[in-house]
């Protein structure tokens, strides 16, 4: 069974900083991308960043660019989001996510992802 489990969320201040890992097992997504999505209160699942899983290629929204950092684990089962000078608008549910396949187009898209954790809650406070 495939599953993707994320942590880290919290309160945090402005201009602070949190680590969320998104742990999978049940299958290897060394070479499959994966994202992370976040979702505010009474709007959309939105995209936050994306990694491929050919060659590490890193692709971030405008919103967290500079700020927002994602990368690998040395297992590859680990993947992690570090997100650093947070502000409030940044507060959302965010989720983990994976392709089912090795392709590595329209990864800022939702639809382009099988597998998603349960989401952890990010509140950062002015």
């Known amino acids: 069974q495939v599953q993707l489990v994320e942590s880290g969320g919290g309160l945090v201040q402005a201009g602070g900083s949190l680590r969320l890992p998104c742990a999978t097992s049940g299958r290897t997504f060394s070479s499959y991308a994966m994202g992370w999505f976040r979702q505010a209160p009474g709007k959309e699942r939105e995209f936050v960043v994306a990694?491929?899983?050919?060659?590490?290629?890193?692709y971030y929204a405008d919103s967290v660019k500079g700020r927002f950092t994602i990368s690998r684990g040395n297992a590859k089962s680990t993947v992690y989001l570090q997100m650093n000078s947070l502000k409030p608008e940044d507060t959302a549910v965010y989720y983990c996510?994976?392709?089912?396949?090795?392709?590595?187009?329209?990864?800022?898209?939702?639809?382009?992802?099988?597998?998603w954790g349960q989401g952890t809650q990010v509140t950062v406070s002015s």
């Open positions: 990694i491929s899983g050919s060659d590490g290629s890193t």
């Open positions: 996510a994976a392709r089912g396949d090795s392709k590595d187009y329209y990864l800022t898209s939702t639809y382009s992802y099988t597998y």
